[in-house]
């Protein structure tokens, strides 16, 4: 019963905080002192300074802010009532300090009123233009930069459930915001208890029924299904407030969820994916181009470029094929396949680096341009359909460490060839072999 | 004093938006400058993809129209040939749409398939028999029997596919991809359509691979079987080569003079189109002279490969097409719509198909060109697992049925050997991951590189894309 009171406190400071500025403003209107008004803001002071204590009391609170706020509450009654008592005396008390007392009260209340609003509404409710947030973006595509406790677990604590739980102002006795808070037990179980899910306190109120009287958070937003499930993973995983999510090495559920709520991308990620180049010149692009060739960047976030040949059909000169060597660093697929491109001009290819994919497809190549790719450390499809490209071949492909995909229809590579291909390396995928 | 032309720069809304906004005499320096107005206003970039490196550069979109049976084809059911000739259960059925055509039917008895299924390849896939090409090359393929749409009927089921809305006007997907990624062949158009010849059954209508509120060289181009692929391509008779580029020389002039004064993107794609259609007159019968073509590849293809127009030739001009850098390449083949008759008639409907898609799958894997080119094959709704019309041992008809629908994909980025999603054991509701039709669409675009949410056009005001409001893509089917 006694507890109802204490919640009405909340509503109740709202009492003497409009009598107060009632009593001053009426007070500078008039140019008199009204002591009944007076007498009103010190009787709702009392009773907002009563409930609150009753609230302390029985609603766990603790932290600095908390007691901050208390001794705010009590100053502005003690202020009201010696200003109530002065002018009762018709303004023989205090005569000298009136003026700095009405400054310190409106001060005084001020600040207390926003600190109990601070903690009701949580620290960020009243959005001031000089506040700067300070959160640092987290790169997400990396995922062995991720620490899941800092930049996963806690973020999800700070949105959702820091603004009761936090340094000043723990309700229930719990700081959410420091690993010693979550894992300490003075009030019943802790709230993480590693690697044990039932008995850790969070996990229990937030997966209650949201009717439930202890669910968590109770006003403000819930926390998301994916939210639960990553904390629940990590409880269960062992609560680590230091690994790194690769170390952790998530289900390929948590994986999903992870992609899909925070873009951490397990996928295996292509060299041009991960490498980085500067950015080709405008002029130089323009200059390939005119030279009967397509080019573009793979992607707006990338500057390795993807090269073909315009309608695949062309006359071939050394000079067309020289402008891409202003390029030799951005090229990443090229693509010369249905082109008369042949052995003459082949040892251009021997000055791009970071080839990925490389089609020379129906071209009239043989054993002489493939000496030219061995240095291609990142070529990963390689497709020579359709050239006479030989078993003479096979010790420079083998060379090739990263080739993941050959494609041989149509050579004159042969079934031995293909055997020692794949012995010599067996990630590779030999495409058109024989029959399919 | 002709002011005729001059409003039309604008609209209303133009002039709304640019002044109430508060851009005061900036937004008047666009209005004094028409150049600005037409091109920038609508903040509609062509080409602004990829906006990620893609894993298809290409599509290839062999559409099945009519809508085939997947517990004939693909989603074993032996539940039903156990309960063949039962009442569909209240609790399966439930109170779904039905069309007007098995609605009103006093019964609703399943209807078991009439054909064997067997598993095939590593992957173990279930096919019937009716596909012996296709389950050769299942290893090679990603099932995905949990796709569902909206749309009850043939039209704004399949405008619903291939645009994204139900209702007519919208881009098709080859359109949006042509507008965002632009083309690696300027002979070409970007956007090619063959639909098979001599067949009927549900009418297809150009809205399928048009280009809706898109610049209009964005539009699909069908190339037809004969003589003449392109119609009015070819220059009339008595007027040569040399005649044709002067007269399009002046008419580019006088079209030159009418965009400077109007600055309408259409007269700009009107010329652009003009200059194409020039180019076309020999690239296209280029490409389309399929005479060099090996024996084999014509036996891979199958027998009617060599007859124009039909399936299996638009499967191999398909791949011509693709090795000439086209973007999009859609295949129509109607005939799916099997309500009644089932039996007999999806054996027709398999034997023009399966073979030549197979083949093409297998061809384009050969040459390298599976590597950056997706394959697509459905059709725009599933079957029914009861019967339409009466159930007699040798035979069974399906009705349209929207809840489920069978498609595979093939080629760039996509898990070969692969099914996705599940049906419950009637095969007539979703029992697992489920993919509507804007999912499929967000994963196609998202494996040529786009994200389905940038790809928009400012049109009437508001924003389009292709998945309108909607469509996740979906990770779990791509490498």
Known sequence: MIEILGKLHPALVHLPIGFILITLFYEWYKGKPSVSLWGVSTLSAILAMGTGFILLKTGHFEGLNMFLHMIMGVVTTVITFLLFLAKMRDGSLFRGQNTFLKIALIVVLGIGGHMGAELTHG????????????????DYSRHDTII?????????????????????????????????????????????????????EIFKRISLSTWHKKYMPPSGPDLTYGEKRVIEWWIRSGGSFTD????????????????????????????????????????????????????????????????????????????????????????????????????????????????????????????????????????????????????????????????????????????????????????????????? | MCHCGNYEKYTRRDFLQKTT????????????????????????????????????????YLFQSGGPSQQDLFDYKPLLNKLNGQEIPKSILGNQRLTGMSGGQGEFPLAGSHFNFKQHGQSGAWVSDLMPFTSEIVDDLCFIKSMYTEAINHDPAATFIQTGSQLPGRPSLGAWLSYGLGSENENLPNFVVLVTKDKFGQPLYKRLWGNGFLPSHHQGVQFRAGKHPVLYLHNPPGVEDADRRSQLDVLKQLEEINLENTNDPEIEARINQYEMAYRMQTSVPEVMDVDKEPDYIYDMYGPDSKKPG????????????????????????????????????????????????????????????????????????????????????DNYGRDHHPRCFTIFMAGAGVKGGFTYGATDDFGYNLADNPMHVHDLQATILHLMGLNH???????????????????????????
């Open chain 1, 123 to 138: 620290e960020e409710y009243l959005p001031l233009p000089f506040q700067i947030k300070s959160d640092s973006i987290i």
């Open chain 2, 310 to 393: 039909t399936y299996a030739a638009n499967a191999l001009l398909a791949r011509r097409l693709i090795e000439k850098g086209v973007k999009s390449v859609q295949l129509y083949h109607q005939g799916w719509d099997h309500h009644g008759n089932l039996p007999n008639a999806i054996k027709v409907s398999c034997k023009e198909t399966d073979q030549p898609t197979a083949a093409l799958i297998k061809d384009l894997k050969q040459r390298g060109l599976l590597e950056d080119t997706l394959v697509v094959w459905g059709g725009e709704f599933g079957r029914t697992s009861y019967t339409q019309g009466q159930l007699t041992p």
């Open chain 1, 148 to 200: 899941l406790y800092d930049d996963i677990i806690q973020p999800i604590f700070k949105a959702k459930c820091n603004r009761c739980h936090e340094d000043g102002d723990a309700r229930g006795k719990l700081n959410m915001t420091s690993k010693e808070g979550l894992l300490s037990d003075k009030f019943g179980d802790p709230a993480v208890k590693p690697g044990d899910l039932q008995n850790s």
């Open chain 2, 453 to 479: 949410e940038k790809l928009t056009y400012k049109h009437q005001g508001r924003r389009y894309r292709l998945t309108d409001q909607f469509g996740v893509v979906n990770h779990n089917i791509l490498t």
């Open chain 1, 244 to 436: 790194n999510v690769k170390m952790m090495s998530p289900p390929d559920d948590i994986k999903e969820l992870l992609f899909e709520e925070y873009g951490i991308d397990f996928t295996k990620k292509s060299f041009y994916e991960k490498a980085e180049v500067s950015a080709l010149d405008q002029s130089v692009i323009d200059k390939i181009k005119s030279k009967g060739f397509n080019i573009g960047t793979l992607a707006d976030n990338s500057n390795f470029v993807d090269v073909n040949v315009k309608g695949h059909s062309s006359e071939w000169t050394s000079e067309r094929l020289q402008s891409l060597l202003e390029a030799k660093i951005q090229i990443t697929w090229l693509d010369l396949s249905d082109s008369d491109f042949d052995d003459s001009h082949s040892n251009i290819l021997s000055s791009f680096p970071n080839i990925t994919k490389l089609k020379l497809q129906n071209t009239n190549i043989t054993d002489a341009t493939l000496e030219n790719i061995v240095n291609m450390n990142e070529l990963t499809v390689l497709n020579l359909y359709g050239t006479n490209a030989s078993d003479q071949s096979i010790d420079n492909i083998l060379k090739i460490n990263k080739l993941e995909k050959l494609y041989i229809w149509q050579t004159k590579i042969s079934e031995e060839g293909v055997e020692r291909l794949k012995q010599g390396n067996s990630a590779l995928e030999v495409i058109g072999a024989s029959t399919l």
């Open chain 2, 21 to 60: 906004l508060g851009l005061g005499a900036f937004s008047m320096a666009s209005l004094m400058d028409p150049g600005l107005m037409a091109r920038n206003v609508m903040n509609n970039i062509e080409n602004a993809g990829p906006h990620f490196a893609p894993k298809a550069k290409r599509v290839i």
